[in-house]
């Protein structure tokens, strides 16, 4: 394993910040040559200590960069590497065929394999990576037709959050002048696709159904969306292949910095604290190798715990932007990930919960984030047929296993690495919340009742 190499301290708006590199994703401790049957620390037999992790260049990728780089995998007798991939769907069958052990993963995957839309399989969910993360960027041009219809502030500056309200008659100018209105987004069961959909719903924009001939999802669109790779949205938005999309970080803050776009919206703004990436293994490696599973787990709580400290932001933001992480500008990185964000260029705003890893119980796998994710695969037509509201429970606790976060969180505990407070006392269900840009009240438990309030999209009852 390699070692990392201190190669200069790069000054930022927040401070000076250590940056690091790497020829191949090193280790902040030195490794073992050997492999390991135990833990050291907490005794827990060791079935499977050389893993191979799986992630796409994203910010929100940050708990395995921190658990490796700050050696918590091989505190728990793990030796991991960590490779980057090209897109979702290649880190989705590379984890199903067995070739990687485990991912950085869309949240709405492992649902989406269980619930039967997409390529199947027994996928399990015992560690959320974050919350918050993602944003809608438009370009310029798209930008300076959309401002006219946003209200301003004494300063004027518009006013935040900004709804689709501000985009429909620009929609509906394209759609007058026969140009369909295109926009991109990352993955057919992606937050981003699920959040975009959402955000212009909400305001009387249809963004097209799934039907068995459509798989595209652009059944009675308005705007029509379609799948683009994270790292290519900014060039693909230049060329004028889209007018807009939606993605996590830092390929929002790139349209800024390359002065090519504007993103006009935050997911935490569409919904706020709301679950973004998770960590993935199949079901048959959780069953022939528990302990590892519950070890990875542990490193993965203690780096999200470490990320969300304000003072160690500079540092994490140095390390993925090492080329063997995210390897974007620091700069760019930095303009989300140390409570800021930046909108129109220059119209820099405090977001501190943009990014948010360990706190509001992030890191806990809820059941109710998975039934909100089947509801909006249900309510777009990926799911094609009304299902119970015992289906939804029953196919979520499939999926997420809080139990092995809480075996791996009881440990830490009894280490004194996390205090007793942070295991949530829960059924597994969050409270009900309105904490949508359009103010609809979502209870977990009550899925089908949920559907039934909106104007666009499947309505079961």
């Known amino acids: 394993m390699k070692k990392i190499s201190i190669f200069h301290i790069a000054a930022l708006f927040v401070g000076a910040i250590v940056l690091f590199s790497s020829c191949g994703g090193g280790s902040g401790k030195k490794a073992s040559s050997s492999e390991s049957d135990a833990s050291a620390d907490t005794g827990l037999l060791i079935e499977k200590p050389q893993l191979t992790f799986g992630f796409i260049k994203l910010t929100d990728m940050a708990p395995l960069a921190i658990a490796k780089e700050l050696g918590y995998f091989e505190d728990e007798g793990l030796f991991v590497t960590i490779e980057a991939q090209s897109n979702w769907k ?25 619930a039967g839309f997409g390529r199947q399989a027994n996928l399990v969910t015992p560690f959320s990576m974050d919350l918050n993360g993602n ?77 068995e001939g459509n798989i595209q999802g652009q059944v009675d669109a308005d705007v029509l969306l379609s799948v683009t790779p994270p790292p290519q949205m900014p060039a693909t938005l230049e060329a004028g292949t889209i007018y807009g999309y939606c993605v996590g970080e830092p390929w929002n803050q790139q349209a800024v910095f390359k002065q090519i776009g504007v993103p006009v919206v935050t997911n935490y703004e569409i919904w706020k604290n709301n679950p973004e990436k998770v960590f993935v293994m199949t079901d048959k490696f959780i069953a022939e190798n528990p302990n590892t599973a519950i070890a990875v787990t542990k490193a993965l709580i203690r780096a999200g715990k470490w990320l969300d400290e304000a003072a160690n932001r500079g540092k994490a933001v140095g390390i993925l932007s090492m080329s063997d992480y995210v390897g974007a500008d620091s700069i760019v990185i930095a ?74 969180a009881e440990l830490l505990v009894a280490e004194g690495k996390i205090p007793a407070t942070d295991i949530p006392a829960t059924d597994g269900y969050k409270p009900v919340t309105t904490d949508f840009i359009d103010g609809t009240e979502f209870d977990g438990k009550s899925p089908n009742s949920y559907l039934t309030k909106f104007s666009i999209g499947n309505k079961d009852q």
């Not at 998975?370 to 047929?385: D, K, N, Y």
Request: hydrophobic fraction near 40%; charged fraction near 25%.
């Open 335 to 408: 303009n989300s990930m140390t409570g800021t964000f930046e909108f129109e260029k220059g119209d820099k705003r405090s977001l501190p919960d943009f990014n948010v890893f360990y706190k509001y119980n992030a890191t806990y796998p809820f059941y109710s984030d998975a039934v909100w994710f089947l509801t909006q695969m249900r309510r777009w037509g990926q799911i094609s047929e009304p299902k119970s509201d015992e289906w939804y429970q029953e196919t979520a606790k499939k999926v997420y296993r809080p139990d092995i976060w809480t075996k791996a």
């Open 90 to 114: 290649n880190v989705l069958d590379r984890v199903i065929d067995g070739e990687l052990d485990g991912s950085h993963m869309l949240a709405g995957q492992p649902i989406a394999a269980a």
């Open 135 to 211: 944003a809608i960027t438009v370009s310029n041009a798209i930008w300076d037709k959309m401002k006219k219809h946003i209200p301003a502030d004494a300063e004027g500056k518009p006013i935040h959050p900004i709804s689709a309200d501000a985009l429909k008659p620009v929609v509906e100018e394209y759609k007058n002048n026969g140009s369909p209105f295109k926009m991109g987004m990352v993955f057919p069961v992606s937050t981003h696709n699920y959040e975009i959909r959402y955000w212009l719903a909400a305001a009387g924009i249809h963004p097209g159904m799934y039907t």
